[in-house]
Each structure stands twice: as structure tokens, then as C-alpha cells.
């Protein structure tokens, strides 16, 4: 049987939801220019994908992080895994936006965790980690234990890394990079010249161009 990475990363080629374009590369929130881009949330589409998902990174908080008493998904594309993931828990659920609303309540969290909360927080995707980080710092903010996070998916650069490090953030990750890269070269979804372009972004994303 395949390992989960090794699976969910076929499984994300088979719904087209990784993209590589060298020569119109995609703008991330952090502002680094990429060419290749990982939509994991397509698998929202897919009832047995969405499935599949839901059930391994269930399987991630209750492996990893027993102690979770709540969820809360980062807006906005983990608040429908984080639902996901907390339904099948059983537990409360809220999300945290990436920035107060400027209008109606003004609230940064969304929902209502019971005080004290052990909160595990979901993630669709972490790149440079900033995004997320900032969700788990209003969670902390608010005075709720921040216990890990579980995300779909990971590129696993080193200031990610760090970043999670220095926050005593614990990630775990159904998929990363180098699984879906493996998987795409093996089946031709990566043509050799695109996979070299992909190796000269990957020694430094911050600076690459095209």
C-alpha cells in the first residue's frame, strides 16, 4: 500500500491541481514569483478525494495531537477542511482571518471555542509559513492553547521550517514538494525542461526569476 504522501500526491496529479508554468509564473501571497503552483484545495470537488483528505488529516490530529479539544481552519482555504476535520472530531470549530473585519463586528476569529481551549489548527497549504503563523499568533492572542497544525500539503522550504521552529509550532503535512515533483516526473505531468526550471526556482524561491 502506498504511503499517504506518495498516494495524496498522485492523487492531486489526477485532478490537475498542480500547475507549472515557466514562462508565466503565479505571484504567492509573500510575493515571491513561482513556477509551479499546488491548488490542493480542487480536492473540494471530488467527493472521494474530499473524503480521503478528511479522513488522513483526521488521522494526523489524532495521532500527533491527541490533546486537541478544538479546531480552527485558516481562512480561507482551510476553513472547509477544518470543518471537515472537525466534524468527524466532534469538536468545536472556528476560523481565523488573515485580518480583522473592516465592517459588522470587526472579529479576527470567526466562532466560539470554549476558554481554555486546546486548539489544533488546519491548514490547506504553507509556503513561507507567514500566513499561517499569523492565524496561530491570534488564536495564542485570544488565550487559547495552540497545541500543532495539520496541513494538505507543503513545500518545505528551510525559512518555513525556521519560522515554525522559532513559534514552537509543530506542522505535520500529508503531502510536500518533492513527493508531488517525484510523482509528476515519473508519470511525464513534468517535462524534463520544466523540471529544471523547477530545480534552479527551488535553490532560491525568494530571488528566482523567470
Same mark, same amino acid.
Given at each position: 500500500?502506498?504511503?499517504?504522501?506518495? !498516494?495524496?500526491?498522485?492523487?492531486?496529479?489526477?485532478? *490537475? @491541481?498542480?500547475?507549472?508554468?515557466?514562462? #508565466?509564473?503565479?505571484?504567492?501571497?509573500?510575493?515571491?514569483?513561482?513556477?509551479?503552483?499546488?491548488?490542493?484545495? *480542487?480536492?473540494?470537488?471530488?467527493?472521494?478525494?474530499?473524503?480521503?483528505? *478528511?479522513?488522513?488529516?483526521?488521522?494526523?490530529?489524532? !495521532?500527533?495531537?491527541?490533546?486537541? #479539544?478544538?479546531?480552527? $481552519?485558516?481562512?480561507? +482555504?482551510?476553513?472547509?477542511?477544518?470543518?471537515?476535520?472537525?466534524?468527524?472530531?466532534?469538536?468545536?470549530?472556528?476560523?481565523?482571518?488573515?485580518? @480583522?473585519?473592516?465592517? $459588522?463586528?470587526?472579529?479576527?476569529?470567526?466562532?466560539?471555542?470554549?476558554? #481554555?481551549?486546546?486548539?489544533? =489548527?488546519?491548514?490547506?497549504?504553507?509556503?513561507? $509559513?507567514?500566513?499561517?503563523?499569523? @492565524? /496561530? !499568533?491570534?488564536?495564542?492572542?485570544? +488565550?487559547?492553547?495552540?497545541?500543532?497544525?495539520?496541513?494538505?500539503?507543503?513545500?518545505?522550504?528551510?525559512?518555513?521550517?525556521?519560522?515554525?521552529?522559532?513559534?514552537?509550532?509543530?506542522? =505535520?503535512?500529508?503531502?510536500?514538494?518533492?513527493? /508531488?515533483?517525484?510523482?509528476?516526473?515519473?508519470?511525464?505531468?513534468?517535462?524534463?525542461?520544466?523540471?529544471?526550471?523547477?530545480?534552479?526556482?527551488?535553490?532560491?524561491?525568494?530571488?528566482?526569476?523567470?
Amino acid at each position: 500500500m502506498k504511503n499517504v504522501d506518495t !498516494e495524496f500526491a498522485a492523487r492531486l496529479l489526477e485532478v *490537475k @491541481a498542480v500547475k507549472v508554468q515557466p514562462t #508565466d509564473p503565479f505571484t504567492w501571497a509573500s510575493g515571491w514569483k513561482s513556477p509551479f503552483y499546488c491548488d490542493n484545495r *480542487k480536492t473540494l470537488s471530488y467527493p472521494e478525494l474530499r473524503t480521503f483528505v *478528511k479522513d488522513n488529516l483526521t488521522k494526523l490530529v489524532k !495521532e500527533y495531537f491527541p490533546e486537541a #479539544d478544538s479546531v480552527a $481552519g485558516v481562512a480561507t +482555504g482551510a476553513i472547509a477542511q477544518g470543518v471537515l476535520v472537525a466534524d468527524a472530531l466532534g469538536m468545536p470549530f472556528c476560523y481565523v482571518r488573515s485580518k @480583522a473585519k473592516d465592517h $459588522g463586528m470587526g472579529n479576527l476569529i470567526e466562532g466560539t471555542l470554549p476558554e #481554555d481551549s486546546k486548539v489544533v =489548527v488546519v491548514e490547506d497549504l504553507i509556503s513561507t $509559513g507567514g500566513s499561517s503563523l499569523k @492565524a /496561530v !499568533e491570534a488564536l495564542r492572542a485570544a +488565550g487559547f492553547e495552540v497545541v500543532g497544525m495539520v496541513a494538505s500539503y507543503t513545500y518545505g522550504f528551510p525559512v518555513a521550517e525556521q519560522a515554525f521552529k522559532s513559534a514552537n509550532v509543530k506542522l =505535520v503535512t500529508l503531502t510536500n514538494y518533492e513527493a /508531488v515533483v517525484t510523482a509528476a516526473t515519473q508519470i511525464g505531468y513534468i517535462t524534463e525542461d520544466q523540471h529544471a526550471t523547477l530545480n534552479e526556482w527551488r535553490k532560491d524561491p525568494a530571488n528566482w526569476k523567470k
